[in-house]
């Protein structure tokens, strides 16, 4: 089983690296980040490297966190919709681990390039005679989490719609908007506006707003790391509790793709 | 070996449309060592047919049985199973040589370099075991679904158009291949629409014609005539009576008179040209084309229909 599942995940290391479209989607991030980043190379002072340094560290934890979270849905597409899974299904051993796999391999790259961006972040504190903040590392580990959690729904639509309709699914109906919506409704029911449809609606925003994962479930409780850098005992708690948040979505997002993949036919022709 | 029992397979037939009935209760039964052909036109029903054994579609109702177990996907049993589908859907980011390491250790099999060069050599494919499938040409993808397939030296194959895409030399290697492992036990189910291939690697062939199977018989007796006759044909001469006794439909071509002759009239008609020292050139007892039994039988179940 566990030889399988290495297999599966090679080929989909291999499906990453020599594809195009993650080549270039690679490239537009490096792009924007090299952006981003060359005015601190020329324009910084020792005064502000500490918060130059920063922001690079918040910068590649957001774009190694933005390249990894869609390849669970690329495969997941591109072998669903090239009809490939056939060949794998029909060889022993079971589909689970194949789908397993596909969350191990885009969590690899998510651990991967967030490994990448603490080496970068720890040369430039090297190179710029910054004292390295354990926070740094704090930061990228908890973006490991949460690209887990947006790899783990995405592959779970994947699995079940096309990917466009996945991404936008995804950009549509996530916490952000259903809070933001959550917070208008709550605002119009206080003010008595809308009468009984509003108060209804609010009722289902609500239910979904609770239902739809978070991405960093105690973004409050751990606010002062990503301002200070400075990691308390407490804050390593919540670390490992978001790694527990995030393993439970994604098990649970496992078993819908697992469910999905059963309902699907898989002929190639009728 | 393959049972298949009342198998009925619907597929939703869209927004309002009613459900489409692509198996409509078939049975058919595939013994061991068989080579055994799945034919009809577009629609029949053969692909449906050869995904309920291997497990990608769920059968509407009835009973299958492969090797002793319900088909289902990612089964022990597809150890001993070889599968080549229809469409060359292939992990196309790999490499030939990458694809098929990859296919053969996924059945368990470790050691695959020898057997793999063997039939790339023989496919003609080893110069591009290093080339990415997703820029292999249509033929080379079905040859690296061929090899894959017979990589682990499989029980029972089944094969979805194998012949599609490849070019005459590779059908010659492919039916050897086929040959050698039958030879060796393997069962082979393959459907095909390349009737002339299948009349020469099939024993038994099943018909389907809308979902449903209307013959089911071995090939000899599929393709054998309903009233036997004997092609012959005589050197030409000159000298030659304008009628031979039993001989119809002669034609005179390149030098040489044709016909056909029954049987019970060959004894006679062999004696007459014995007495007027005719040279007989051939004699051969004439025997339909499995596609001329094929187009007899749909013809006919179009007709009952």
Redesign the interface.
Known sequence: MR??LW?HV??HL??FR??RIVLAVGLVIVGFWVLGVLPFFFGGTDGNRFNQLRQVSQQLAVLGWFLSAGLGLFVTSTHLR???V??????????Q?WLASIFLAALVVAAATQLAGALITFALSVLWSVPYQVGFLYLAIDSVFEAAIVIAMLTTLGAVVHPVVALLGIVLFNEGTFGALRFGLSMMVAQGQGGSFVAAMKGVVVAIHETLPMLDPFATQTGDVTQSLRVSGQAWAYLGASALYSLAVTAMCFLLSDLALRRR?????? | MIAIRGLVVS?RGGFRRPP?K?LAGIDLTIDAGDCFGLLGHN?AGK??AL?CL?????PTAGEVTVLGERPR???????H?G?L???P??????TVA?ALV??A????VRDVEARMSTLLERLDLAQWRHQ?IDRCSKGMKQKVGII?ALLHEPKLLLL?EPMRGLDPLAVMAFRDLLLEANARGTTIVLSSHLLGEVEQIARHVAILDRGRVVAHDSVANLTRQREPRYAVSLAATDTMPADLPGLSQPTRVNGELHGTVAPAALHDFLDRVRAEQLTLVSCALERATLEEAYLNIVTEATHHA
């Open positions: 030889e399988r297999l090679g080929s291999r499906l020599r594809s090239n009809k490939s056939q060949v794998i299904l029909t060889r022993p051993g079971s589909p681990i036919s898989f002929a190639s022709t009728t | 597929y489409v692509a629609g692909s449906t995904g291997l497990g990608l579609i769920r996907a990612g089964s022990e049993t597809y150890r199973v599968y589908p229809e469409e859907i292939y992990h196309g980011h790999l990458e990859y296919y250790r996924l059945q368990g990415r894959q979805d």
